[in-house]
């Protein structure tokens, strides 16, 4: 079993930055991959990004690629979300998940452990 606990969300204004941590533990060597999704007011969760466990693969979605970056520090066994330019529409809650296996980065169902999500508010 892997746990995931996602921190780091909070309001604040268009514009400005934030960055979110996702500390993984338990069974962390069979972590293929992980990724953060969010789910607006409303909508259904969404793909923003993922990053090979142990590999150098990354990949963001179009929507917020140039202005959040993934990256993992596995000495902390922590995945980050730094989010830059922040716009009213990534107002979300922020959800870290693992995967033990892939088949598509973007989808929902690869992932098999989920944290209880972190809320981020954008005010204009």
């Known amino acids: 079993q892997v746990q995931v606990v996602e921190s780091g969300g909070g309001l604040v204004q268009a514009g400005d930055s934030l960055r979110l941590s996702c500390a993984a533990a338990?069974?962390?060597?069979?972590?293929?991959?992980m990724a953060w999704f969010r789910q607006p007011p409303g909508k259904e969760r969404e793909f923003v990004a993922a990053?090979?466990?142990?590999?150098?693969?990354?990949y963001h979605a179009g929507s917020v690629k140039g202005r959040f970056t993934i990256s993992k520090d596995l000495n902390k066994n922590t995945v980050y979300l730094q989010m830059n330019s922040l716009k009213r529409e990534d107002t979300a809650v922020y959800y870290c998940?693992?995967?033990?296996?892939?088949?598509?980065?973007?989808?929902?169902?690869?992932?098999?452990?989920w944290g209880q999500g972190t809320q981020v508010t954008v005010s204009s």
């Open positions: 990053i090979d466990w142990s590999l150098g693969g990354i």
């Open positions: 338990g069974s962390t060597f069979s972590i293929y991959a």
């Open positions: 998940a693992a995967a033990r296996r892939v088949m598509a980065y973007d989808l929902v169902s690869t992932y098999d452990y």
